[in-house]
């Protein structure tokens, strides 16, 4: 395999690897390191971003918050600041999980316990993820 070739077949793997998605407030991106980060759309800061070692920690993260929960909750995980308004958001907009925002003032999210929007796997919810 010649030099050039090696070089396009690396870029097309980490073109694989990682993968953006917007919501309407928040995006989640899984990266080429393994880890899921979730975002504040137009933002660049890390202020506005929390990195999640994979996709099943944030999964986990979810799971041990109460069936309505609000930005004090998220807080109570050792998540900060704005963070945890933006962990809300993102887990009542991603297809992974069974919530939606209850409030906006204050912001509150509840579990709605029927059916799941989507997966459980990292796999599986990036494979629901359009293709580019």
């Known amino acids: 395999m010649s030099r050039s070739d090696a070089a396009e077949l690396q870029d097309a793997v980490g073109d694989a690897l990682t993968e953006r998605t917007e919501f309407f407030r928040t995006a989640g991106e899984y990266r080429e390191d393994g880890t899921y980060e979730v975002s504040r759309c ?5 202020g506005n971003a929390k990195v999640f070692r994979d996709f ?5 993260l979810y799971d041990r918050l109460p069936d309505e929960f609000d930005a004090d909750a998220v807080g109570r995980t050792g998540i900060t600041g704005s963070r945890r308004h933006m962990i809300v958001r993102h887990v009542a907009e991603h297809s992974a999980f069974d919530c939606e925002i209850a409030s906006r003032k204050p912001l509150r999210a509840e579990k709605t316990g029927g059916e ?4 459980t796997s990292a796999d599986d919810a990036t494979a629901e993820l359009p293709a580019d």
């Open 56 to 60: 099943e920690e944030l999964r986990r």
């Open 42 to 46: 137009g933002a660049d800061s890390a």
């Open 116 to 119: 799941s929007k989507g997966t």
